[in-house]
Every structure is written in C-alpha cells, then in structure tokens.
C-alpha cells in the first residue's frame, strides 16, 4: 500500500513537537543481534536545539516510483562471531548494495533477501566511521533497476526502506535537519565524525542501512541509528559517504572489519 508525507508545517504532521538538545545525543544502533546491550555514538551539532516534529502520515511518493523502490530493498543478515545480525540495504549501480558496516562487521559472507529469494555476497567496502558498507551478490540480482544518489534536503519529507520478516516497506520520513555526527566509529574508536541527518521517523531494530530517500526516489541517507526512550527519531548518514566508499570499493576492494565486542 502507497503511503506518503508532507513538511513540519503540514497539517498531517500532527502530534506533539519534541525539543531535543543537540550538543550531545546519545542513539542507538538499529541492528538486530542476540541479546547484546546496543552500541552507542555521539551526535553533535552546533546550535541549541532542534525541533523534531511528529513523524509524516504519508511520504507522497508515485505507485510507480514505491514500486521500484521496493524492489530495490533487500534484507541482510549473517553470523557475527556466532550472533545473529539483520540490517535492511539496497542496489546501487554495478549490482551492488549498500548497507551499514554495523550489520556486516565479522561477517565473511552476509546473505542477501532479495524479492524473496536468498542470495550470497562478499564485502567489499568497509567504513566504520561512516557506518557503510558495499556488498557484492555472487549472483545476478534479477535485473533490478539500481537507485540513484541524491543531496538531502532538510524540512523536506522522504521515506525510509526498510526490509523486515515479510517483506520491505516504506516508513515516511521527515528529514528535520542535517547534522555533523562526531564521537566514536562502530568499534568505539575516537573518529572525526560524519556528515548526517536527522529523521522524524519511527525505525526499529533491525532497520540499520536502509535507504532514505527523497519525493524523487533518489537515496539521500543511508540509516545508522534511533534516538533512545523511545521517541521517533532516527539518524542516517548522508549520501555523499556512499558515493565515497562505492568509488574506493571500486579501485580497492575492503573486507569486512572484525567483530564489535
């Protein structure tokens, strides 16, 4: 079923406005792992505060671009030095795809859900400071139509593509504002930060590297993070980094980084 979104002033973002102080903001990863208490990153941005609102009712997006985006979307999951992780991800040019480097950390070979097939893959790009990660199928990919990358743009409203047990689905999305994110990288190793942005978005465990996207169907973000206590906030790094580490992946292939202790 198409759903679709409007801007912070719309009247369909409806609910209670939500003030957080953005001089440090403590998130947690979205990827599912056994029973492992969730990894943690800074967030900082230089201002005040922010005002979140209410995730959008509908994202607006055409049937016809809902269908190709869906089709797009894949699941990833695999073993972890024995735990078990799932993350969301999708196709990008050269039959690749891009999830976050959370949900593959320690993974040799993650297996991709793909139209409801399963399909195998190798890493090779690997940021942990960016959170990303690019994964190549060992087989086709049915032809799908690869997504395009785009530049974020806040107080616009997008969606996120998320792919769960039945399936993938698009969440509405609003894109509040774009943020510089600093603290630590997935290992908790100090790191310069990453340009991201901040979602009003309800994301749950398991939606680690889905694709956010514009009313263009163009990928903007790729998600990392929620707000924790509950409220519908979520965090993803902008596009930029995933044009970045596609293009090392092509002239330097990376494996995946070691497991997150």
């Given at each position: 079923?198409?759903?679709s979104?409007?801007?912070?002033?719309d009247?369909?973002?409806?609910?209670?406005?939500?003030?957080?102080?953005?001089?440090?903001?403590?998130?947690?990863?979205?990827?599912?792992?056994?029973?492992?208490?969730?990894?943690?990153?800074?967030?900082?941005?230089?201002?005040?505060?922010?005002?979140?609102?209410?995730?959008?009712?509908?994202?607006?997006?055409?049937?016809?671009?809902?269908?190709?985006?869906?089709?797009?979307?894949?699941?990833?999951?695999?073993?972890?030095?024995?735990?078990?992780?799932?993350g969301?991800?999708?196709?990008?040019?050269?039959?690749?795809?891009?999830?976050?480097?959370?949900?593959?950390?320690g993974?040799?070979?993650?297996?991709?859900?793909?139209?409801?097939?399963?399909?195998?893959?190798?890493?090779?790009?690997?940021?942990?400071?960016?959170?990303?990660a690019?994964?190549?199928?060992?087989?086709?990919?049915?032809?799908?139509?690869?997504?395009?990358?785009?530049?974020?743009?806040a107080?616009?409203?997008g969606?996120?593509?998320?792919?769960?047990?039945?399936?993938?689905?698009?969440?509405?999305?609003?894109?509040?504002?774009?943020?510089r994110?600093?603290?630590?990288?997935?290992?908790?190793?100090?790191?310069?930060?990453?340009?991201?942005?901040?979602?009003?978005?309800?994301?749950?465990?398991?939606?680690?590297?889905?694709?956010?996207?514009?009313?263009?169907?163009?990928?903007?973000?790729?998600?990392?993070?929620?707000?924790?206590?509950?409220?519908?906030?979520?965090?993803?790094?902008?596009?930029?980094a995933?044009?970045?580490?596609?293009?090392?992946?092509?002239?330097?292939?990376?494996?995946?980084?070691?497991?997150?202790?």
């Amino acid at each position: 079923m198409t759903r679709s979104g409007s801007t912070g002033s719309d009247p369909l973002r409806r609910g209670i406005t939500r003030l957080f102080p953005i001089v440090v903001l403590t998130i947690s990863v979205l990827a599912c792992s056994s029973g492992d208490v969730p990894k943690t990153v800074a967030v900082r941005h230089l201002g005040d505060s922010v005002e979140v609102g209410s995730p959008p009712v509908e994202h607006h997006l055409t049937d016809v671009v809902t269908a190709q985006l869906l089709a797009a979307t894949v699941g990833v999951r695999g073993l972890d030095c024995g735990r078990a992780q799932v993350g969301s991800g999708f196709v990008v040019g050269g039959a690749l795809v891009v999830t976050a480097a959370h949900v593959v950390a320690g993974i040799d070979a993650p297996v991709l859900t793909v139209a409801g097939e399963e399909v195998a893959s190798r890493v090779v790009g690997f940021d942990p400071v960016a959170d990303l990660a690019v994964l190549q199928p060992v087989s086709d990919l049915h032809g799908l139509a690869p997504l395009q990358l785009g530049q974020p743009v806040a107080g616009s409203v997008g969606a996120i593509l998320v792919h769960e047990a039945d399936g993938p689905r698009l969440v509405p999305a609003g894109l509040e504002m774009l943020i510089r994110a600093t603290g630590t990288d997935v290992y908790g190793r100090p790191a310069d930060g990453r340009d991201a942005m901040v979602l009003a978005a309800g994301v749950l465990t398991g939606h680690s590297g889905a694709a956010v996207v514009d009313q263009a169907g163009r990928v903007v973000g790729v998600t990392f993070s929620r707000a924790r206590g509950g409220d519908p906030v979520a965090y993803a790094v902008q596009a930029a980094a995933v044009q970045s580490l596609l293009d090392s992946a092509e002239n330097s292939p990376e494996p995946a980084g070691p497991c997150i202790d």
